[in-house]
């Protein structure tokens, strides 16, 4: 392993990492970059070697995370350095593109509660119960903030109910949004990987072209049972059933981008327009509902017209 290796990705790995502290706005989605280099090196010099890697970048984030005050970027980093080694050997095995997303999500996932669970335990509490405190945390600075300010009492009490009440649901849903995070992270990192490997001259998986990717079709009938029993349960069943609503909906959302990708293939759009289409889809939420329902009745109308007439 030459020196400039070493540099390129704990240098690389350990930039992204904090980014994701210390530039605002667009920090964390730089941050959720971190497994690239990872990935990239461990597909150049082999697995012992990327292992290598990530140890020495462990100790480079542990060092700076001292320094900075930040211990948990410690952790973030040695799970998205995992990550990147993981990623690198299911390319080598030659997964499907969905295969490799779903497995990439189950180990971010385990390696996830297990730094989540460790974070509980040096705070001597659940890891429910840190999450809850955290939010209650910023709900409590918010509600300061607004009182600095002037803010009436009736309005300060309407807005600790409203505070209250999206701590409750987002304790209720935590799961299903951390699998969604888990996979844009996942899906990130493999669709960047490929023009990064096409720079370093390494080989990437022969996977589907992205704009012909489409949701599994057994898939609609998760949605139509979720949504059933959103509408006729209570309790917790009804929130299992909102969990698993939320999870299918951004499958399909993936199912509505690989639709955009494929008609700006098709016409040949430049990358800067490209980049300002995707940037328009996350900021906007209701773009996210369009392309969630595009996949959807993408099994019926095929608006690319890449199925088999049998199949639609």
Same mark, same amino acid.
């Given at each position: 392993?030459?020196?400039?290796?070493?540099?390129?990705?704990?240098?690389?790995?350990?930039?992204?990492?904090?980014?994701?502290?210390?530039?605002?706005?667009?920090?964390?989605?730089?941050?959720?970059?971190?497994?690239?280099?990872?990935?990239?090196?461990?597909?150049?010099?082999?697995?012992?070697?990327?292992?290598?890697?990530? $140890?020495?970048? *462990? &100790?480079? =984030?542990?060092? @700076? !995370?001292?320094?900075? %005050?930040?211990?948990?970027?410690? +952790?973030?980093?040695?799970?998205?350095?995992?990550?990147?080694?993981?990623?690198?050997?299911?390319?080598?095995?030659?997964?499907?593109?969905?295969?490799?997303?779903?497995?990439?999500?189950?180990?971010?996932?385990?390696? $996830?509660?297990? *730094? &989540?669970? =460790?974070?509980? @335990? !040096?705070?001597?509490? %659940?890891?429910?119960?840190?999450? +809850?405190?955290?939010?209650?945390?910023?709900?409590?600075?918010?509600?300061?903030?607004?009182?600095?300010?002037?803010?009436?009492?009736?309005?300060?009490?309407?807005?600790?109910?409203?505070?209250?009440?999206?701590?409750?649901?987002?304790?209720?849903?935590?799961?299903?949004?951390?699998?969604?995070?888990? %996979?844009?992270?996942?899906?990130?990192?493999?669709?960047?990987?490929?023009?990064?490997?096409?720079?370093?001259?390494?080989?990437?998986?022969?996977?589907?072209?992205?704009?012909?990717?489409?949701?599994?079709?057994?898939?609609?009938?998760?949605?139509?049972?979720?949504?059933?029993?959103?509408?006729?349960?209570?309790?917790?069943?009804?929130?299992?059933?909102?969990?698993?609503?939320?999870?299918?909906?951004?499958?399909?959302?993936?199912?509505?981008?690989?639709?955009?990708?494929?008609?700006?293939?098709?016409?040949?759009?430049?990358?800067?327009?490209?980049?300002?289409?995707?940037?328009?889809?996350?900021?906007?939420?209701?773009?996210?509902?369009?392309?969630?329902?595009?996949?959807?009745?993408?099994?019926?109308?095929?608006?690319?017209?890449?199925?088999?007439?049998?199949?639609?």
């Amino acid at each position: 392993m030459e020196m400039r290796d070493v540099l390129g990705c704990v240098g690389s790995a350990t930039f992204l990492l904090l980014a994701s502290s210390w530039i605002p706005i667009a920090g964390p989605i730089i941050g959720l970059l971190t497994p690239l280099p990872f990935l990239y090196y461990s597909t150049k010099l082999g697995f012992s070697e990327g292992a290598k890697l990530v $140890g020495m970048a *462990v &100790l480079a =984030f542990g060092l @700076l !995370s001292i320094m900075a %005050g930040r211990p948990h970027n410690l +952790l973030l980093g040695t799970e998205l350095g995992l990550l990147g080694l993981a990623l690198s050997q299911l390319f080598r095995r030659g997964f499907s593109l969905g295969q490799t997303i779903v497995l990439g999500m189950l180990i971010m996932l385990f390696l $996830g509660f297990v *730094v &989540l669970f =460790f974070i509980a @335990l !040096s705070r001597q509490m %659940g890891p429910l119960e840190m999450i +809850l405190q955290y939010l209650q945390s910023h709900l409590k600075a918010a509600l300061k903030a607004y009182e600095d300010m002037g803010m009436p009492p009736e309005k300060m009490a309407e807005f600790q109910a409203y505070g209250n009440r999206f701590v409750y649901t987002i304790s209720k849903i935590y799961l299903s949004l951390m699998v969604v995070g888990v %996979g844009f992270a996942v899906w990130l990192n493999v669709i960047l990987a490929r023009p990064l490997f096409r720079i370093g001259d390494l080989p990437y998986p022969h996977f589907v072209n992205l704009g012909r990717w489409q949701a599994p079709d057994g898939l609609v009938w998760g949605l139509i049972g979720s949504g059933f029993l959103i509408l006729l349960t209570s309790g917790d069943i009804r929130w299992i059933a909102i969990n698993a609503m939320i999870i299918i909906m951004a499958a399909y959302v993936f199912h509505g981008m690989s639709i955009v990708a494929f008609f700006l293939n098709k016409y040949h759009v430049s990358t800067w327009i490209r980049a300002g289409i995707y940037f328009l889809i996350f900021i906007q939420q209701v773009l996210l509902v369009v392309l969630a329902l595009a996949g959807v009745f993408d099994q019926w109308i095929d608006f690319r017209k890449i199925r088999p007439k049998s199949a639609i």
